[in-house]
């Protein structure tokens, strides 16, 4: 990753909630041939059934991010490694 925000939010999480085992959600995802995690966020939706209606459950994704939500730095670069 191109910044350090994540792991700071996280050191923050814990020094707020005091709980040295807090997290933030993330998602795996490979970055140019890496491994990275990266801070995502759920969402939450009701799929269509045939007749048109909702349904009465909620799906969610996860859906993640091409730029630090922290400080706006492109995350995953556009090159990629051979």
Do not use: H, W
Not at 22 to 30: D, N
Not at 53 to 75: H, N, Q, V
């Amino acid at each position: 990753m191109a910044c350090d925000c994540f792991e700071q939010a996280k050191v923050k999480v814990r020094e707020a909630t005091g709980d040295p085992l807090a997290k933030i959600r993330g998602v795996f995802t490979s970055v140019n041939g890496k491994i990275c995690l990266l801070p995502s966020i759920e969402v939450l939706y009701r799929k269509k059934k045939k007749d048109g209606s909702y349904a009465k459950r909620d799906s969610s994704i996860e859906l993640t991010y091409s730029y630090c939500p922290f400080c706006g730095k492109k995350l995953i670069d556009d090159e990629k490694t051979k």
